[in-house]
């Protein structure tokens, strides 16, 4: 297994741009184009955009962004868009960005990790909290974890 930083390795620009837009397709597909392009060169540690990698594979993705287009502004840095192959849920695979975000947040000199998500159960094992509500400019509202890292 290999998390592939897109913006260590740029090369794999396009292909994680085309990743996150298969994976996320209710995403309109300019917006990873757009947010991914321009992490390459941006100037302070956020955003990071990663691949998950099994042998030639890629098998899953997560971004580590300033906000997740929600109404919470005072929080960040959030992981997003963590997507695993359905054929290979269930193991874990899923952990393994996580990881690799709470690493990358703490690198950069954050304390917390925040995530927005209608899912309950899931980031619990993995250790998040539940704090509140937060709203999106599009009218829904998720629910907001929290881990230390």
């Not at 109404?71 to 997507?83: A, V």
Request: glycine content about 8%; aromatic content about 14%.
């Amino acid at each position: 297994m290999e998390i592939i930083s897109i913006r260590e390795n740029p090369d794999h620009k396009d292909r994680a741009i085309g990743y996150f837009q298969r994976s996320w397709p209710s995403v309109m597909p300019k917006i990873y184009e757009d947010c991914i392009s321009h992490s390459i060169d941006a100037r302070d540690s956020l955003p990071q955009w990663y691949l998950l990698k099994k042998e030639d594979e890629i098998i899953g993705c997560a971004g580590l962004i300033t906000n997740d287009f929600i109404s919470r502004g005072d929080l960040y840095p959030w992981i997003c868009g963590i997507f695993i192959e359905e054929k290979l849920r269930g193991k874990a695979y899923g952990s393994m960005l996580i990881d690799k975000a709470k690493m990358d947040t703490k690198m950069a000199g954050f304390e917390y990790l925040y995530l927005c998500t209608e899912h309950i159960g899931y980031y619990e094992k993995y250790g998040f909290k539940y704090i509140g509500q937060g709203y999106h400019p599009w009218g829904e509202e998720s629910r907001i974890y929290e881990i230390k890292v």
